[in-house]
C-alpha cells in the first residue's frame, strides 16, 4: 500500500501549502477508492484526501459502515493524522474498530482505531438529545 500511497500522492493539488496527501479507502469486498488532498486559493474550499477518497466510496454506492480501512500519507518526515474536520466525516461512517493507517513515504506507520482518533465524539446521539436542554 505505501507504493501505491507514493504514487498517489503526485495527484495532489496543493500549489499553496506544497503539503501532499494521499488516502485509500478499503472497502470490506476489497475495492480501493483513492484520495488525495485538492486545495483552493479560498482555503475553506479545499477538500483532504481522507474525506475525498471516503466520499469517493459513498459517490460509487457504498454506504456507512462498509469500509475495512483508511490508508493515509502526508509527505512528510512525520507520520500525519487526520485533521479534525476528517474525524468527523470518518466518526460518521467508519465502525468504531476500523483502522485508520497513517504513514509517511519512508514507511513509518502508526495505526489508530475510529475510537482512538475520536475519542469524544459528535454524532447522532448528539443530535437526538439537542432540544433537552430547552
Known amino acids: 500500500m505505501k507504493d501505491k500511497l507514493k504514487t498517489l500522492l503526485k495527484n495532489s493539488y496543493s500549489p499553496y501549502s506544497h503539503f501532499r496527501v494521499a488516502a485509500i479507502a478499503v472497502m ?16 475553506g474550499d479545499s477538500i483532504c484526501a481522507e474525506r475525498s477518497a471516503i ?22 518526515s512525520k507520520v ?13 461512517l467508519l465502525e468504531k474498530d ?3 493507517i497513517c504513514m509517511n513515504p519512508s514507511g513509518d506507520t502508526e495505526i ?4 482512538e482518533l ?5 454524532n447522532e446521539e448528539d443530535l437526538r438529545h439537542g432540544g433537552d436542554n430547552a
Open 98 to 100: 476500523c483502522s485508520i
Open 112 to 115: 489508530h482505531t475510529v475510537k
Open 28 to 43: 470490506k469486498d476489497g475495492n480501493e477508492f483513492n484520495g488525495v488532498n485538492v486545495e483552493n486559493a479560498s482555503y
Open 118 to 122: 475520536c475519542p469524544y465524539p459528535f
Open 80 to 92: 500525519g493524522m487526520p485533521c479534525f474536520a476528517c474525524r468527523t466525516v470518518i466518526n460518521e
Open 55 to 76: 466520499l469517493n466510496a459513498i459517490s460509487a454506492g457504498y454506504h456507512k459502515y462498509d469500509f475495512d480501512k483508511l490508508y493515509i500519507m502526508c509527505d512528510s
